[in-house]
Structures are given as C-alpha cells and as structure tokens.
C-alpha cells in the first residue's frame, strides 16, 4: 500500500486507520504493562512518534522501555516502508529486522497497510502489539504510572481530560493531520479547503495563548505535546513541502514564543532533529515512491532562532512548568 491509495475521490486525504489499537493495561485483554517486553520504535521526522518520544522522556519510562530508531529516508524498494539503515548492518540491534514491514508482517501476515510508526514492538515475538498514534501518550501517562519517574509531571490530569481529549481531537483533525491534508491533497478544491481549516485553527490557538502560558493554562500537557511536534516542523518542511505558505509559524504573534518556551523545556528540543525533518520531507519518497523526483534539501531555515527568549514567563502563575499536575481549563 502506498499513501496514494488515501486519497479520496475528490482528492482529499484521507489517513488510514490504526490497525494495532489493544490499550495497555490491567483488564483483561488489555496489553500487560512490564518493564523490558516493549521496545518502541520511533522516526525523528515523524510527528506522531515524536509525541511518543517526548512523553517518555518526560515521565522517566526510558528504563521501562526500550526505543529502536529508524532512518527519515523511506528505502527505495517499491513501497512505503521505514528502515533501520542508521543502525548496524541496517537492522535493528534488538529486534533483528531490516524494515518495519517485518514487524507487521509477524503481527497479522494479512496485513496490507502502511507500516507506521511509533509502533510498541513485543521484543520476545518481534510483533507490533501497539501503533494507536492517538492514544499510546494518554496510555503512557496512565496505564504505565507505576513505572513513571520520581516527581514525574502529570500530564494527562484527570480533572482536565475532558478539556484535553476533546482539544486535542480538534488539533489531530485541524492542525496535526491538518498539515498532511494540504500537503497530500490531489485537488485544487481539496488542498484550498484544508489550508483554510488549518490556519483558522491556528489563528484561534494563537489568540488562545495570548493570556496562558500553555493550552490549558500553567502547565504542560498532553495537547502541548501533540500541538509541538506539529509546530516544530512547521516552517522547516510544512510551510514549504506542504504548501501551508500562508505564514510561517516565526509570524504568529504568540504560537511561536510558545513554540519555543517548549523547545527550550527538556524533553521537547534535544529531541528535536531538525536535519531529519529536513531529510525526511524533502529528500524521502512517500506519495509516491515508484516516481522519485529530483529533490533538493533546503538550506533553511535558521533553527538559532529557536533558542532566543520567549518571555512567556509573564503568563504563568507558578515558577514551574509542571508543578500542580496541570494548569486550568
């Protein structure tokens, strides 16, 4: 399966669903929570499997499981795939695989979509138990607490998950998915209507944060996470590779000071690989891999600017950006 075969009719995009979708937890037929039987496989390049990323390293779950990386170039084999071609020999030191394919294919031989990642990988049978993007953070904060880090923050506050979960659906469709559905649409009409969607989106979180230092007020949460990994390639692969050309994210008044308060928060910018995305967007295939075109990397844009002050302090009642286990409604 390629990405084309999720364009609709009238050229829109439309992501497949997730096939691996079983919840970590203690009921029955829910995925045991253990420390050393996942290992979760990850892209720098990749948004979703970025969330993942920055979530365990924030709650302290890199002891409790395992992370294999594969490369941002998709291979040149005729389909959409990612490999582990930075590691060794081109296969993963753990897991023993040259391509997530692999991994899928132990899960369910009929398997037919795209391999994705971030996928949780059962290491004892080198199959893919978990690749649910949209929930594997809120299980990460929750299922596996026993697990969490000293002074962990919480990120996922029960008062707040109405307010999170029902933000964060409006950011996966607007802005995060938002972004793909400009940059994959095959119609005129198709790619006008989900620019329009996306930047009044962003228009409308930009005026959101003009009185609260992150979405829900004083803390770090789950929807800054999923919100971040889609901001920090805005202007390097978005603005351009998507056609999302109305603004750059630098231009938005208070986006762009909240985009940096987080990737100068640990956990968000040293996991930030900018010559990744740059890689991945620019130079990889992925609509098309049997037409490769000539691809040209971009010298910009200057991520220096990613470290100038923010001043967003201003918004914040608490010193912290984590204290209280999450800020306001």
């Known amino acids: 399966m390629t990405v084309s075969a999720e364009i609709r009719k009238d050229g829109s995009f439309n992501r497949q669903v997730n096939r691996f979708t079983t919840p970590f937890g203690e009921r029955s037929g829910e995925l045991p929570v253990q420390a050393g039987k996942y290992r979760l496989i990850w892209c720098a390049a990749c948004p979703w499997a970025h969330r993942a990323v920055i979530v365990r390293g ?10 294999g990386t594969v490369s941002p170039l998709r291979p040149r084999i005729g389909r959409v795939d990612w490999e582990f071609a930075e590691d060794a020999d081109g296969v993963d030191p753990v897991l023993g695989v040259r391509y997530m394919s692999e991994l899928y294919a132990n899960a369910d031989p009929g398997y037919t979509g795209r391999p994705t990642v ?22 990460l904060e929750t299922a596996w607490a026993p697990f969490h880090k000293q002074g962990a923050p919480d990120l996922y506050p029960e008062r707040l998950r109405s307010a999170i979960d029902a933000l964060n659906e409006v950011v996966f469709h607007e802005v995060n998915n938002g972004v793909y559905k400009c940059g994959f649409a095959q119609s005129q009409e198709a790619y006008e209507q989900a620019y329009d969607t996306l930047f009044a989106r962003l228009d409308d979180l930009d005026d959101r944060l003009s009185t609260r230092r992150f979405l829900h007020g004083d803390f770090i949460t789950d929807s800054d996470v999923r919100l971040y990994t889609t901001l920090a390639r805005f202007d390097a692969a978005y603005y351009s590779g998507f056609r999302t050309n109305r ?37 990889s295939i992925t609509i098309h891999p049997d037409k490769p075109e000539v691809a040209i990397l971009p010298k910009g844009p200057d991520t220096a600017t990613w470290d100038t002050p923010h001043g967003r302090e201003r918004l914040s009642n608490r010193d912290g950006k984590f204290l209280g286990g999450g800020g306001e409604g």
Not at 58 to 67: D, Q, V
Not at 131 to 137: G, I, M, Q
Not at 260 to 266: A, G, I, N, S
Not at 277 to 282: A, D, Q, W
């Open 118 to 139: 971030p996928a949780m990988i059962d290491i004892e049978t080198r199959t893919v138990a978990n690749n649910d993007y949209f929930k594997l953070t809120n299980d």
């Open 247 to 283: 603004n750059l994210l630098r231009e938005f008044t208070h986006l762009w000071g909240y985009a940096r308060d987080l990737y100068q928060t640990q956990g968000f910018g040293d996991t930030t690989d900018f010559d990744a995305i740059k890689r991945h967007y620019f130079l």
């Open 58 to 67: 924030l709650l302290g779950l890199e002891h409790a499981i395992g992370l």
